[in-house]
């Protein structure tokens, strides 16, 4: 198991106890590898999915009831333990704070993190104004564009072994890779399901508190972030759950009344 996926559900257990730290940090050193402040303007699909009230994972607005995250992030919680703060550039302040009525994990989900998607029912529906907008998503019958930039959105650390979460959301483009080159990293453990991002000479990455997050390609969701052997590590990329592979799982959800 890589050390992102092992490395989880201990850094969710550490941040917890502790607290978010970015309080007291500066804010131009923590956040997405490789990355830089942006604005929720520009990205009014992110949301901070909370979990006792405490960032730990991203998701995307797709409409107004619904937000994609990954299973990673709901796995054996409740609908009573995770909220959603959308319409901010910050994670624990400004914009308004939803709490779910339902968790729709994949049911095929399992350790090896394929099948990483979960979509979060809110109790009430949004608002959509400037900051708080959905993303469309990628269809299941187009290709993943190879070699093209992604941008990917998040609040989490710049360090594998981080625990100190960015105040202000942040961004980093990042290639998308070939199936080829992203099983000669990960072998078997790359299914139908995932696809591979990011420079193999290591650099911009999404981290630890970006789970669950947009990867964008052309303004519409490619990708949801999953799991990779550590942050920005040479020759490992991160691995991205496919939104087109798992359209099937989305609109049968989307599709109860």
């Given at each position: 198991m890589s050390e992102f996926k092992s490395s989880f559900f201990i850094f969710v257990?550490?941040?917890?106890?502790?607290g978010n730290q970015s309080g007291c940090t500066n804010n131009q050193e923590l956040g997405i590898i490789g990355g830089k402040v942006v604005d929720i303007k520009d990205y009014p699909y992110q949301v901070s999915v909370q979990y006792f009230d405490e960032h730990y994972c991203g998701g995307s607005i797709i409409n107004d009831r619904f937000i994609v995250t990954a299973a990673h992030c709901t796995n054996k919680k409740t609908i009573?333990?995770?909220n959603v703060r959308v319409g901010t550039s910050f994670h624990d302040k400004k914009g308004k704070v939803f709490y779910l009525k339902a968790i729709h994990q994949h049911p095929q989900f399992n350790e090896l993190y394929d099948f990483d998607i979960s979509l979060l029912e809110l109790e009430q529906t949004l608002v959509f104004g400037s900051t708080i907008q959905p993303i469309p998503l990628w269809n299941q019958n187009e290709t993943i564009p190879i070699g093209s930039m992604a941008t990917v959105t998040g609040w989490g650390t710049t360090e594998s072994h981080g625990t100190a979460f960015s105040p202000q959301l942040r961004k980093v483009d990042i290639p998308i890779l070939s199936d080829e080159k992203c099983k000669s990293a990960y072998g078997d453990e790359i299914t139908v399901n995932m696809f591979c991002a990011g420079f193999l000479e290591g650099g911009g990455d999404a981290c630890h508190g970006d789970s669950g997050g947009p990867l964008v390609?052309?303004?519409?969701?490619?990708?949801i972030v999953?799991?990779?052997?550590?942050?920005?590590?040479a020759n490992y990329p991160g691995v991205y759950s496919s939104i087109p592979a798992l359209r099937p799982f989305i609109d049968k959800i989307l599709s109860f009344p």
């Open positions: 257990v550490l941040t917890f106890i502790a009573y333990s995770i390609v052309n303004k519409v969701l490619l990708g999953s799991w990779g052997d550590g942050c920005g590590i």
